[in-house]
C-alpha cells in the first residue's frame, strides 16, 4: 500500500475524531483538524515510532467504518439483553477465561475493547492470545463455550 494512501486513510481518522470531539464542521475546524492531524502524524512517525504509523497499527478506513455499525449493532443487542438480565433480576455474574485466534496485539486489543463496549462483559486482563473477562450471565464455565458465547461474530470481522 502506497504511503500517501496510508496517512490519507489516518488524517481522516484523525479528523474525524477532532469534528466528534468538536460537536460541529465548519471550515474552521475541518482546517484545525487536518493542520493538528497532519503535525500528530509527522510527530509520531519521526520522534515516537521511528518509522511508518502503517507498520504498527495497520489499517483500512473501510474496515473501520463496517466494523464500527457492526460493533454499534451488537452493542445494542447487548444492551437490550442487559436491561432484561437486571431487570428480572436473572444475573449471573463471573469471570470467565477465554482465548482468540487472533495472532496480533493489535487485532487482540480491538477486539478486548469491543467486548468491554458490549453491555454485560468488561475485558479485565489480556495475556498474549487469552482474555479474562468479567460477564454478567455466565451460561458456562468452559472457556471455549464461553469464548464463543462471548465473542459471537467479533472475531470474524478480523
Given at each position: 500500500m502506497k504511503k500517501w494512501w496510508q496517512d490519507l486513510q489516518w488524517l481522516i481518522l484523525y479528523l474525524a475524531v477532532w469534528v466528534i470531539l468538536f460537536e460541529r464542521i465548519n471550515?474552521?475546524?475541518?482546517?484545525?483538524?487536518?493542520?493538528?492531524a497532519g503535525f500528530s502524524l509527522y510527530f509520531t512517525e519521526k520522534y515516537l515510532l521511528g518509522g511508518s504509523y502503517y507498520k504498527h497499527y495497520p489499517i483500512n478506513i473501510l474496515w473501520i467504518f463496517k466494523y464500527g455499525f457492526f460493533l454499534l449493532i451488537e452493542i445494542y443487542k447487548a444492551g437490550f439483553a442487559t436491561v432484561k438480565m437486571t431487570i428480572t433480576g436473572n444475573v449471573n455474574p463471573g469471570i470467565i477465561d477465554i482465548k482468540t485466534d487472533l495472532k496480533d496485539?493489535?487485532?487482540?486489543?480491538?477486539?478486548a475493547n469491543s467486548i468491554t463496549l458490549t453491555p454485560g462483559t468488561v475485558t479485565l486482563d489480556k495475556t498474549d492470545n487469552h482474555l479474562k473477562v468479567l460477564w454478567l450471565d455466565v451460561k458456562t464455565k468452559d472457556s471455549v463455550e464461553a469464548g464463543d458465547i462471548i465473542k459471537g461474530n467479533l472475531e470474524k470481522h478480523f
Open positions: 471550515l474552521t475546524i475541518v482546517v484545525s483538524g487536518l493542520v493538528a496485539d493489535y487485532s487482540i486489543s480491538i477486539l
